[in-house]
């Protein structure tokens, strides 16, 4: 047993300490099996031409802003197997006050990614937009919304039906 595996909380156990597992309140994607596989396309389209680590950035960003627990997981993981760092990946809660850590490309996509997933105002600013717009060619930029807007969708269905997080392995099927 590694020591990973010895630190992670089997179901059912509580010999370990930890709280027991929760049960996902539905399966959805076994359910409703062709939206799923119609997001995963979208989600796989609006990928195409960007960079993977800036996505998983994005997806992780949006995922703690929407509180997915089971993206965190799928995307930090997905994140970590790309390359990208443990330290870049912790900082994405605090990006603002942390800059130094990101890229100008990557902030603008972190701002836009805020704005696009907190619509609590209704729009996105226009200096959010223009510094992305500034950074991410046209086609480009379209690709980047979508990514944005596909990993909502996938929060959405995860805050929902509360799959649990903490089995994903980097390669099973991306979202």
Known sequence: ???HEHDRHEPGSTASGYAPEPRARL??????????????RLDVASRKGLDPKLVELVKIRASQINRCAFCLDTHT?????AGESVE???????????????TEKELAALGLTEAVTVLTDGFVPD???????????????ARLIAAIT??????RFGVA?????????PGDIKH
């Open 27 to 40: 399966p959805w994607a076994q359910l409703a099996p062709e939206v799923y596989q119609a997001l995963v």
């Open 150 to 155: 596909v990993i909502n969708a996938w929060n």
């Open 161 to 169: 039906t509360r799959p649990v997080p903490g089995h994903h392995t």
């Open 127 to 141: 200096e959010v937009y223009a510094k992305a717009a500034a950074h991410f060619e046209e086609a480009e930029l």
């Open 88 to 102: 870049r990946i912790i900082q994405l809660s605090a990006w603002e006050e942390s800059p130094h850590f990101y």
């Open 1 to 3: 047993m590694t020591p």
């Open 77 to 81: 993981k997905d994140a970590l197997a």
